[in-house]
């Protein structure tokens, strides 16, 4: 799937591409525009094929199986739909509104209280995904965190 020629309006398997929201040098995720459903949604488009890295690919797979795993929380996306690697990838998941960690980062300075508040509330979720009866994932970064304060 190029990349290029997608954008709002274009359709992936019934799937209506809204607003662009972010593009990063694995994926691009769009949110879904259409009928208001249960969630919010949004879709993540791995960059893959010629002159892309080969890890994307391995990427994409760990997230689908590591989402498809997880039972429904409030700490991680839903995941809703997905594509196959080999013919339309895509994931289709809950959007989680909030602040990527990634951008509290880009607010340097930050106070001293502030950065425990949000390391304790970062903990204090990865340590009540086992007793939730979900694996807590190892794979907790600046991008892939969010907080939903703002």
Not at 22 to 43: E, F, K, N, Q, V
Not at 135 to 147: D, G, W, Y
């Amino acid at each position: 799937m190029d990349l290029n020629s997608l954008g709002p309006g274009s359709e992936i398997d019934g799937f209506c591409l809204g607003g662009l929201l972010h593009t990063g040098s694995m994926a691009a995720i769009y949110r879904l525009s259409g009928p208001d459903g249960p969630l919010p949604l949004i879709i993540k488009i791995p960059r893959l094929g010629p002159g892309e890295r080969a890890v994307n690919v391995v990427a994409f797979e760990v997230c689908r199986m590591v989402l498809g795993a997880l039972a429904q929380g409030p700490h991680h996306p839903t995941l809703v739909a997905f594509g196959d690697v080999e013919t339309t990838p895509y994931l289709v998941m809950e959007h989680v509104e909030g602040v990527r960690l990634n951008d509290w980062v880009e607010r340097a300075p930050i106070a001293p209280e502030e950065i425990a508040r949000l390391g304790c509330r970062t903990g204090s979720r990865i340590a009540r995904s086992p007793r939730a009866g979900r694996r807590a994932p190892r794979s907790e970064t600046n991008q892939r965190a969010v907080s939903n304060e703002r």
